[in-house]
């Protein structure tokens, strides 16, 4: 089993920038694939940015150039810089972790079938 737990939401003016945090405990070795997702209220699920642990990455198109994955691989962290945050980027963040690799992943930004998925961090922009 992995678990997942997010931190560093928060409330932010439009044009502001916050950090998440995602951290995997358990069996991480395991773990592939990697990515944040959000979900405003009325909203479907949506993917943001996937990592691979090559470090192949993908983006959502809303985010592209304002959000950046990373991951720290001895801490068995993952990050999501965000930047020049707008009052549409207000939605529940989540981490998920999956055990698949390669081609999977590379374009996982459009898949919610993650096998692993954290407890979510609220991001508000104001406007």
């Known amino acids: 089993q992995v678990q997942l737990v997010e931190s560093g939401g928060g409330s932010v003016q439009a044009g502001g920038s916050l950090r998440l945090s995602c951290a995997a405990f358990?069996?991480?070795?395991?773990?592939?694939?990697m990515g944040w997702f959000r979900q405003a209220p009325g909203k479907e699920r949506e993917g943001i940015a996937t990592?691979?642990?090559?470090?192949?990455?993908s983006y959502a198109d809303s985010v592209k150039g304002r959000f950046t994955i990373s991951q720290d691989n001895r801490k068995n962290t993952l990050y999501l810089q965000m930047n020049s945050l707008k009052p549409e980027d207000t939605a529940m963040y989540y981490c998920?972790?999956?055990?698949?690799?390669?081609?999977?992943?590379?374009?996982?930004?459009?898949?919610?079938?993650?096998?692993?998925w954290g407890q979510g961090t609220q991001v508000t922009v104001s406007s």
């Open positions: 998920a972790a999956d055990r698949s690799s390669g081609s999977w992943c590379y374009d996982a930004v459009r898949r919610l079938d993650f096998g692993y």
């Open positions: 358990g069996y991480t070795y395991s773990i592939y694939c």
């Open positions: 990592i691979h642990t090559d470090g192949t990455t």
